[in-house]
């Protein structure tokens, strides 16, 4: 597989031939920056969703909790049960 590079700065064109295996690394690299990404996104949110339980959470051991918290913590609890499984999914593949 041949691809044209061009400098931007002089206009030069130049073809680049690209190896069967060289192609294969390339695509590699790029779905292994891409899973990282990925497990790097679902590790932020979830430690977000730890951030968003203190409150709720501090309610229900005072005591004070209202359905609004009880269904936030919920709501969290889904979504995060929901990223782990895709976590685990990445990290099997």
């Keep these: 597989m041949?691809?044209?590079?061009v400098d931007v700065t002089t206009g030069e064109e130049r073809v680049i031939a690209?190896?069967?295996?060289?192609?294969?690394a390339a695509l590699a690299a790029s779905l292994s920056a891409s899973?990282?990404?990925e497990r790097d996104s679902i590790a932020h949110r979830l430690s977000?969703?730890?951030t968003?339980?203190?409150?709720p959470l501090r309610a229900q051991l005072v005591g004070e909790?209202?359905?609004?918290d009880a269904e936030k913590l919920r709501a969290l609890e889904e979504e995060a049960s929901?990223?782990?499984?895709?976590?685990?999914?990445?990290?099997?593949?």
């Design 52 to 55: 968003l339980s203190i409150r």
């Design 18 to 24: 690209m190896t069967a295996q060289e192609i294969d």
């Design 2 to 5: 041949n691809r044209i590079e």
């Design 35 to 37: 899973r990282e990404a």
């Design 82 to 93: 929901d990223l782990r499984s895709q976590l685990a999914k990445l990290v099997q593949s």
């Design 48 to 50: 977000l969703i730890d």
């Design 65 to 68: 909790a209202s359905d609004q």
